[in-house]
């Protein structure tokens, strides 16, 4: 298998905590989680979303 899937991380809305995106990163070069506002369908407005773990 590849290692394709040790960098994907999901996205997760801070208010509703579904997860809207995913997205990667290369682990070497960033170290602190990732935030990022973006838009949730749920909330139905831009949202902080947060790295989260499996
Ligand atoms: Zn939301």
Redesign the pocket.
């Known amino acids: 298998m590849t290692k394709i899937q040790d960098n994907l991380i999901k996205l997760q809305?801070?208010?509703?905590?579904?997860v809207?995106y995913w997205t990667r990163k290369n682990k070497k070069k960033v170290e602190k989680k990732l935030e990022a506002k973006k838009h949730?369908?749920?909330?139905r407005k831009h949202?902080l979303h947060k790295e989260t773990k499996k």
């Open positions: 809305c801070k208010e509703c905590k579904r809207n949730c369908e749920w909330c949202t």
